[in-house]
């Protein structure tokens, strides 16, 4: 199984929809899930078990409160592939999940897809959709996070299971159940269908009858006799059928002959109408011969009427627009004559215009050119006195700059006057930090010694408190001890009865079997006693005298006796599975008796503390109810079973609770331990700090008599003021007099430059005036020559009325153009006109004398040809009359030739109908005689075949019941070996020795050697320390790390051996736990192993807050915890 695509929205931190493409995070065999706790790393695993299952194992109910508080709908998918690579099978389950209240959910969609070909949906509900995968897996919800997703909290598990639990995951998820429950089916099955086979053969020989050889022989003689009877009664058949096929013949000639004439009779009586056919027919192909000259002629006239209505039109309107064009052409001359003299006019005026044009784009220029000197006048007029004015704040600025460096001179002076025994200060000033450094750490001490004081008083309370609890349930041991004694004696008690039961029933069952033998061997003396007849010799003896043969004795039936049997075998099997249970609960109360004895440190078998119970049960015999004791002892046994199950839950929570209070008994006092050291160590620390303060302050006493210890600060701090005003103050000076040079150098610069925008101010002025007097005369020049008009006026006037010349020309030019191309259409038309009159003419005449042609060479001359077409038929009525005759004629030759033929063939030959009948009536007796033959040879057939079947197929029956036989036995053989599930847990047994080899083989190499794992007698899992001689220690008893180091070895294992379903191999898991318990060395040791599986095909997801873990990994997942905003856990990847 190699996971694929996993999408997640709305379950837990998640809001947004997130999708991790495993492909890629699988590819380096070992990947890891980081983010900081409570990001929704863990989330992914319950994704992907609500994905598979519908379930979230840490979720109350497998499903409250999963959907995120924002959301009200939730969805996950999960795609895996399952087969070898190339090969494999793809599928998706996804599933989708609404609010239905504050923290339930309901199913709103679920669906398992095939996507490996065409997509394809296998179920679409809840129960059919978690039953596939399951199917589809081979694997539980709890087998799946105890083998392959191991959430926080589970990957111990496996390890901690007891031994039948173990054993039944191990059933599962190695697919043994084919070996227990399915085998031992399959053989009971296999026994009813051989014994039911058996009895088949055996009641259908019984059912076979007769089938001696001396039946079949008479049987073969009448099959004999029969046949010769059908071959006689056969010939003279056929003789008789070849008189009455003679006979037959003879009448239908009769019969044909006499419908032949009666046809005669009426089609020579339909032969006047025939003959008028006929004449319509032909006035219809001379009207179809004219037809063609008369539509010419009658064409004719109709076009000469068109063509001489057409000319006389045209040459009307060609009059009318020859009228037309004379008074155009007219007007357009005189057009000529007054366009040319305004031309000449405003050629004259369109001069003027130039000239004004050029004159006012030069006084326009000039304008803009003045404008532009007046705007640089005004800027250089601002500019200079801008730079009058910033002259003199630059005079006053410097004059200002000047003062301040006199006034910090004078202050640095008076200052220097202040100081005095400087450097004596300064020395006295560190070694007095060093005295205060010393008095901080004193007081840090003190305070340690406070905290360490109060911590041991803390926890002697706490070590105080737990030994009395310990005490408390040493003392409640006993009376535990007292009822577990209680119990195994009861237990070893019902198992000996159990055990003597059984045996007793065995008994039963081997006497009704042996009873059932005789049984048959009597049934098969009455079956043949019951087959035996007078004179035929015994299939025993030989004799074929029966004086005495065996006589049925009802009282015994063999079917009686061997459902007996079977009710004792199955009680016995019944048994067997309770008195399995015993022993698993004597060997559970003996295992919770020996943690009670070590607290007790007393045995448990000792004299002094156990006594014999003496608990008596009734033996079951035949005479009495024996059902109903067993039924009473078993309902009593359920109740026991309850208390006592009580009791071991009782028991392994006070167990757990003793051994949770003595290892925190040992951990409070190793606490106590080190934390009264640390009391002492902090103690002498401070008495040795206050001892060398006390010597350091009289040391510098002696040394600096003339300062005060207290006051040293506030002296040491007026010195440091002074020499920063000092520092401050010359920095002050040094700035002031840099700042001085430079403002001298920008005041002679500034005085430098506005002597230039002086000179330049006088230069445009010059410029400015004399620009302002060629525009003058300039502008007196242009108003002379407008006369009054501005120049676009006079512009507009001239192109208006240009413009509006051109227009009449082009209008009159376009009414001259249209007449003359009218005139020549009209012409035109008129010309065609007169040409088709002529042509039409031509074609009347033409058309009249072919006419007159035609109707020379017929009779009748007076025909018009307007009513030529209508003597005309259609080719449907013409076709029509044509078959009436044809079939009139041909059914006339048919009929004649027809009662000729007949007139030959019976010549004077005559069959009366009483003859026809005497024949029908001998024909019909001796095929009855026949057919009464051919059945009973068909019987007699019948009856030797049947015997000939049922005396082979006897043969066959009792070759194929004795191999039915040998088979019901041996599977009666097998029955008996594969009752219960010995078998199974062997093979369940057999496997966890795998499992733990190859476990042990990985455990080894993580502990260097040091631990490796064996499975005990009871199927539980021990750890053999091999640096201390091979001692074998119970898993409890390994720490946290050791703990994980063992489940990772065995979950390895585990996951390297799964095959699901039997067939494919489990190439993924994750781990949820367990790093943050090993040291730096062992989890090298652990990544180091882990990174070596990419080489198995085995891709390991580990989920982990543990920063050594993510600098080893090279492909990451990263998981971004949600936002105080509202957004949900977000995931990225890091591939390197």
């Not at 455990?1003 to 631990?1011: D, F, I, S, V, W």
């Amino acid at each position: 199984m190699r996971p694929i695509e996993l999408s997640i929205k709305g379950l837990h931190s998640f809001r947004e929809k997130q999708t991790i493409d495993f492909s890629k995070l699988c590819q380096g065999g070992v990947f890891g899930i980081f983010g900081p706790t409570g990001s929704g790393k863990s989330s992914l695993l319950d994704a992907m078990t609500l994905a598979l299952y519908g379930k979230v194992e840490r979720a109350p109910n497998n499903t409250h409160g999963i959907i995120n508080q924002a959301e009200d709908e939730l969805f996950v998918s999960f795609s895996f592939e399952l087969g070898q690579k190339g090969n494999a099978s793809k599928y998706m389950v996804e599933r989708t999940y609404k609010r239905s209240g504050e923290n339930h959910v309901k199913s709103a969609v679920t669906r398992l897809h095939n996507l490996t070909g065409d997509p394809e949906v296998l179920a679409d509900k809840t129960n059919e959709v978690n039953k596939q995968v399951e199917d589809m897996l081979g694997l539980s919800i709890d087998d799946f996070t105890r083998a392959v997703v191991l959430p926080q909290g589970k990957f111990s598990e496996f390890l901690k299971l007891r031994g039948n639990d173990r054993r039944q995951m191990l059933q599962r998820i190695f697919h043994l159940e084919k070996y227990g429950d399915g085998l031992i089916k399959k053989v009971k099955t296999n026994l009813q269908n051989t014994t039911h086979e058996k009895e088949r053969i055996e009641s259908e020989q019984q059912g076979l009858g007769e089938a001696s050889k001396e039946a079949v022989e008479t049987a073969e003689k009448q099959v004999k006799y029969w046949n010769e009877k059908v071959e006689e009664w056969t010939a003279k058949k056929a003789e008789v059928d070849k008189k009455v096929e003679q006979e037959k013949q003879l009448k239908t000639w009769l019969e044909e002959r006499e419908e032949a004439i009666e046809h005669l009779r009426k089609l020579t009586g339909q032969q006047e109408d025939i003959e008028k056919h006929k004449e319509v027919l032909k006035q219809s192909n001379q009207a179809e011969s004219l037809l063609p000259f008369a539509e010419a002629f009658l064409q004719s006239q109709q076009e000469k009427e068109t063509w001489l209505k057409k000319e006389k039109n045209d040459s009307a309107a060609l009059k009318e627009i020859a009228s037309k064009e004379k008074d155009i052409t007219s007007r357009y001359e005189q057009f000529k004559r007054d366009k040319q003299e305004i031309d000449q006019k405003l050629n004259q005026r369109k001069q003027t215009v130039d000239k004004a044009e050029e004159i006012e784009k030069e006084i326009t220029t000039q304008a803009k050119e003045k404008s532009r000197l007046d705007r640089e006048l005004e800027k250089i007029n601002e500019k200079a006195g801008y730079y009058n004015k910033e002259e003199e704040k630059m005079q006053h600025n410097l004059d200002k700059y000047k003062q301040a460096v006199k006034d910090f001179q004078e202050q640095q002076a008076s200052l220097n006057k202040n100081i005095k025994n400087k450097y004596a200060i300064f020395q006295a000033k560190q070694e007095k930090q060093s005295i205060t450094h010393l008095q901080k750490q004193h007081e840090q001490r003190k305070q340690e010694e406070n905290d360490e004081r109060q911590k041991k008083i803390h926890i002697e309370e706490q070590k105080n408190n737990k030994e009395k609890e310990i005490k408390t349930q040493e003392d409640h041991a006993e009376k535990r001890f007292q009822q577990l004694m209680y119990w195994y004696n009861k237990c070893k008690q019902d198992k000996n009865w159990f055990e003597k039961n059984i045996y007793k029933l065995h008994q039963w069952s081997r006497a009704y079997a042996e009873q059932e033998e005789q049984k048959k061997h009597q049934e098969m003396a009455v079956h043949l006693a019951a087959q035996l007849q007078t004179g035929q010799a015994c299939p025993v003896c030989g004799s074929i005298e029966h004086p005495a043969p065996h006589e049925t004795d009802e009282t015994n039936d063999s079917e009686n006796l061997s459902n007996k049997r079977q009710y004792i075998d199955n009680w016995i099997d019944y048994l067997k599975t309770f008195d399995i249970e015993i022993s698993q609960r004597e060997w559970k109360l003996q295992q919770l008796s020996d943690w009670v004895t070590e607290i007790m440190q007393e045995t448990v078998f000792s004299s002094s503390a156990s006594e014999e119970i003496d608990i008596s049960h009734n033996n079951i015999t035949s005479d009495n109810d024996w059902e109903k004791m067993i039924h009473e002892q078993l309902q009593q046994w359920e109740v026991e079973k309850n208390t006592i199950e009580n009791l071991y839950y009782r028991i392994e929570q006070e167990k757990h609770q003793y051994q949770q209070m003595m290892e925190e008994y040992k951990e409070l006092s190793h606490q106590y331990e080190t934390v009264n050291k640390a009391f002492a160590e902090k103690s002498e620390q401070r008495i040795q700090l206050e001892q060398e303060i006390n010597e350091a302050i009289n040391q510098w006493k002696q040394s600096y008599s003339e300062l005060d210890f207290d006051t040293l600060e506030e002296e040491y701090k007026m010195i440091q003021e002074n020499d920063e005003k000092k520092e401050k103050l010359q920095e002050r000076i040094d700035q002031g007099s840099a700042h001085i040079q430079k403002l001298q150098s920008e005041l002679e610069q500034w005085i430098s430059e506005r002597h230039t925008i002086m000179m330049e101010q006088t230069e445009l002025n010059a410029r400015t005036q004399q620009l302002s007097s060629y525009l003058d005369v300039k502008q007196k020049q242009l108003t002379s020559m407008l006369e009054g008009y501005s120049l676009s006026q006079l512009k507009r006037e001239v192109q208006t009325e240009e413009a509006d010349w051109v227009t009449i020309g082009e209008r009159i030019t376009a009414e001259v153009e249209q007449i003359q191309k009218q005139k020549q259409e009209a012409e035109n038309e008129q010309a065609i006109a007169a040409h088709s009159l002529k042509e039409a003419e031509k074609r009347l005449e033409d058309a009249h004398n072919k006419w007159h042609d035609q109707l020379e060479k017929l009779e009748n001359k007076d025909i018009e040809p307007s009513a030529v077409k209508h003597d005309v038929l259609t080719d449907e009525q013409q076709q029509r009359f044509d078959e009436r005759i044809k079939q009139h004629e041909k059914a006339m030759n048919n009929w004649q030739n027809t009662k000729e033929s007949l007139d030959n063939k019976i010549g004077n030959r005559f069959i009366s109908e009483e003859e026809w009948r005497s024949l029908e009536e001998h024909r019909l007796d001796v095929n009855s005689r026949v057919d009464e033959a051919r059945e009973k040879r068909g019987a007699a057939v019948e009856t030797l075949q049947e015997m000939q079947k049922k005396q082979e197929r006897y043969q066959a029956l009792e070759k194929e019941r004795k191999e039915w036989e040998k088979k019901n036995e041996q599977y009666k053989r097998l029955e008996y070996v594969f009752r219960g599930r010995g078998f199974v847990e062997f093979l369940a047994e057999e496997q966890l020795m795998q499992v733990s080899r190859t476990a042990s083989e990985r455990l080894h190499g993580l502990t260097r050697g040091r631990y490796a794992i064996e499975v005990d007698s009871q199927g539980g899992f021990i750890v053999r320390d091999d640096a201390n001689g091979g001692l074998k220690r119970p898993v409890s008893s390994l720490s946290g790390g050791e703990t994980f180091l063992t489940s990772l070895a065995l979950a390895l294992s585990l996951s390297a051996s799964i095959q699901l379903k039997g067939e494919y191999p489990l190439e993924f898991f994750f781990l949820d736990e367990g790093f943050g318990t090993l040291d730096q060395d062992l989890l090298d040791t652990v990544m180091t192993s882990l990174e070596k599986l990419q080489t198995n095909n085995l891709a390991v997801g580990i989920i982990s807050h543990v920063p050594e873990i993510q600098e080893r990994l090279a492909k990451k997942l990263f998981v971004s915890p949600a936002q105080p905003s509202g957004a949900g856990s977000r995931v990225y990847y890091q591939l390197d």
